[in-house]
């Protein structure tokens, strides 16, 4: 039952804008979108998250459907340090614990 | 701040045996969690607890215990251990903000625990 949907693994040249897709067609209206990426054997690490507009921080942008059903995540200027998997989770901020899933994500390699 | 700390880093078991997994976090988060990875597959979440004294079961708790005795650590015991349980295994915690869970999860380094 996952909720979000990523393409397996996307190749982006060095420089270049990376565009990171995610798929959440059936999010509620008050779950929001997370970005996380993984560096090769390290622990998950957060990016930038949003509900409905779109939301940018020093290291990516966040850009949120007006339906809501699917977002994208922008790193502006790919550097070989951003080859990593990329997850988007769906998730509301809730007084109680929400089950959250880390499918298997996005590989992005960066190419020189 | 050291954030999310874990330890050990990598360890090696034989199968029956039991080891207790370290996790502190120094960001006064309520919530904490504990996860596997397998090769190539996403995370999977094992236990987690919403403040100390309390904690509750992720989707793969068998073969693992936890305990929550303060804010800031939050061990994961394998009992038995056995050659499935092999995986890297991440902690992690997340802040409240305005009295409501977030899910900005800061993430430990990780354990490689292997089961020979």
């Known amino acids: 039952d996952a909720k979000t949907t990523q393409p397996p693994s996307m190749d982006c040249a060095e420089g270049r804008a990376a565009n990171l897709p995610c798929n959440h067609s059936?999010?509620?209206?008050?779950?929001?979108v997370y970005w996380y990426r993984q560096i090769h054997s390290q622990g998950p690490q957060y990016i930038i998250h949003?509900?409905?507009n779109n939301e940018t921080n020093e290291m990516a942008s966040l850009i949120i459907t007006e339906d809501r059903k699917s977002s994208t995540l922008i790193l502006p200027h790919a550097t070989l340090r951003d080859t990593a998997v990329y997850y988007c989770?769906?998730?509301?901020?809730?007084?109680?614990?929400?089950?959250?899933?880390f499918g298997t994500g996005t590989k992005l390699q960066v190419i020189p | 701040n050291a954030g999310v700390t874990q330890t050990p880093k990598f360890r090696i078991l034989k199968i029956g045996q039991s080891m207790t997994l370290q996790c502190t976090q120094d960001?006064?988060?309520?919530?904490m969690y504990w996860y596997r990875q397998d090769p190539g597959m996403g995370l999977k979440l094992i236990y987690y607890?919403?403040?100390?004294?309390?904690?509750d079961k992720g989707e793969v708790p068998n073969g693992y215990n936890v305990s929550r005795s303060t804010t800031e650590d939050f061990p994961l015991r394998l009992e038995l251990a056995a050659p499935s349980q092999t995986s890297v295994y991440f902690c992690?915690?997340?802040?409240?903000?305005?009295?409501?869970?977030?899910?900005?999860?800061?993430f430990g380094p990780g354990t490689r625990l292997t089961v020979l």
């Open positions: 992690a915690s997340s802040e409240i903000l305005a009295g409501f869970r977030t899910d900005t999860q800061y």
């Open positions: 059936t999010i509620s209206g008050n779950e929001y």
């Open positions: 989770i769906v998730s509301a901020n809730s007084g109680g614990y929400q089950k959250v899933t």
């Open positions: 607890s919403v403040g100390a004294g309390i904690t």
């Open positions: 960001m006064n988060h309520n919530y």
């Open positions: 949003g509900l409905k």
